[in-house]
């Protein structure tokens, strides 16, 4: 088995978000399984930062896309063995800026062409004609909308035996563009209907994808549920809804290698959920570093995200006046919305020895911060997946999150019942407001003073296997599915 992974970012080449945590690990983890026999690569646009980790990189091909010269890169990713196939063209991807945003923020206008070359070039590889006939993929598994045409290609230009799959990691982004696209990227006319790319009178490389992949996966197996719902669907909840039988969620893990508070190379201390005192160490240190009043008695509410709406973290500033006021500490890491960043300074401003902001992503302090809280805020209004929660859980950092995707999968609400079956690891919110979260943050400072019970909580979320090794071997069961390999329901590949 053959698999190519496309995506437009990957770390440790490049990172934006936590698509490119997904795809920098779950390839290798594949890769790994003693079960699994056959290669994997990844596919990406040669970005500057792209070309200056790939390791021996050397030209395999070149071909000509939509009138763009491009060079096939292979070379492998500097932490492992895993195979890359970077796309050199310095019009498209070398420049300065962001992958899909220029340096003030803005999108760049020609996204649905650098993208459209991504996945027709995924296409390509897996059609009877690839520029690279020693590896041909038998299966071309595809990531959110950058990619979403390499199915509409292999199926309506390429006539690709290969199959595809497409994970949708946020529906909310879907790569709608003007009509007048569809000629320039090559697709046919009939495409652009309701059986096709056409959503709302655009162009829409989510949809394609949705449409033309032979199989479908998310994130989370409640994220699946909730993306054929109204509320959560974006408008390509009745799609799905169709096509329900080919779509299953697995839960995302997280790489042990970087998370792991017993190896860390962020921290000056390690811990572990059988001794776990170089967290107060490292939560001294963070006091220290953030200019916040160094006391162990003091609960860190920390905080590392994008600072949006569907985050839900508006609702924090309302009530941290009232959580100071109680003792509380905040550690908080990000950037977003300006408004709500502007909140946070305030109150940094307003509590300089209690709250810190901190704009940007740096990736040393989130491990810092996810180490030395004592508890981590996550109030999203919807979360496909969310890994933040999982580096709490894996760092003895309870989660406060809300009961929505793979937050609603992965963190088990303290309470009587789950006290005593020893499944607590967080606490959870019942609907998205201040009061509720107010509430829940209360609940959980009043379980924070009762020592014993709060380091039973702490080793719980500690002790599970969150690494992506259980993942892959659902991916791979995935993938022997759409190959036709086994008869079992994709159902049975939901992890919870």
């Not at 803005?106 to 991504?118: I, K, Y």
């Not at 309701?194 to 394609?208: C, D, H, T, V």
């Not at 309302?318 to 300006?338: D, H, T, W, Y």
């Amino acid at each position: 088995m053959n698999i190519l992974f496309v995506t437009s970012e990957a770390y440790p080449l490049i990172k934006t978000g936590g698509l490119a945590d997904v795809s920098g690990a779950l390839p290798k983890a594949v890769q790994a399984l003693p079960q699994f026999s056959g290669s994997i690569r990844v596919l990406i646009p040669g970005y500057n930062a792209v070309f200056s980790k790939l390791q021996n990189a050397r030209e395999v091909a070149r071909l000509i896309v939509f009138g763009q010269h491009c060079n096939l890169v292979l070379g492998k990713m500097p932490d492992s063995d895993l195979e890359v196939i970077a796309i050199q063209n310095t019009f498209l991807y070398e420049r300065n800026g962001g992958p899909y945003n220029d340096s003030l923020g803005h999108d760049w206008l020609d996204n649905p062409l650098r993208f459209a070359v991504l996945s027709r070039i995924a296409s390509i590889l897996a059609g009877t004609n690839s520029p690279l006939p020693d590896w041909k993929p038998d299966l071309v598994h595809c990531n959110d909308w950058q990619t979403g045409l390499a199915p509409a290609y292999m199926k309506l230009v390429d006539h690709s035996p290969a199959k595809s799959i497409l994970s949708i990691h946020n529906i909310a982004f879907q790569g709608n563009f003007h009509p007048g696209w569809l000629h320039t990227l090559a697709l046919p006319v009939n495409s652009f209907q309701i059986n096709g790319l056409e959503y709302y009178g655009q162009i829409s490389f989510l949809k394609a994808g949705v449409f033309y992949a032979d199989k479908l996966s998310t994130v989370s197996p409640t994220y699946a549920k909730e993306i054929q719902t109204e509320a959560y669907g974006f408008g390509m909840q009745g799609l799905l809804k169709s096509r329900a039988d080919d779509l299953v969620g697995i839960l995302n893990g997280i790489d042990s290698n970087e998370w792991n508070p017993e190896k860390d190379t962020h921290l000056r201390k390690h811990y572990s959920s059988v001794k776990l005192d170089g967290k107060k160490t490292i939560k001294a240190n963070l006091q220290k570093h953030l200019g916040l009043h160094v006391d162990a008695d003091a609960p860190i509410l920390g905080v590392v995200s994008r600072l949006t709406h569907q985050k839900g973290l508006d609702l924090l500033p309302g009530i941290m006046p009232e959580l100071v006021k109680a003792g509380c500490q905040f550690a908080i890491l990000g950037s977003g919305e300006k408004p709500l960043e502007s909140a946070f300074n305030d109150m940094a401003q307003r509590f300089p020895s209690q709250v810190s902001m901190t704009n940007g992503y740096h990736e040393h302090l989130s491990h810092n911060i996810m180490a030395g809280a004592d508890m981590f805020i996550m109030p999203s209004r919807f979360e496909p997946c969310g890994l933040n929660q999982l580096y709490g859980l894996a760092y003895g950092t309870p989660p406060i999150v809300t009961r929505t995707g793979g937050l609603a999968d992965s963190v088990c609400d303290t309470n009587e019942s789950s006290l005593k079956h020893h499944t607590a690891t967080g606490f959870v919110l019942e609907n998205v407001s201040e009061l509720s979260l107010l509430v829940t943050i209360q609940r959980a400072l009043s379980v924070w003073k009762d020592k014993p019970t709060w380091k039973n909580i702490q080793i719980n979320g500690m002790k599970q296997d969150l690494s992506w090794g259980t993942r892959a071997v659902s991916y791979l069961a995935l993938y022997n599915n759409t190959l036709g390999q086994h008869s079992e329901k994709l159902a049975q590949l939901m992890l919870v």
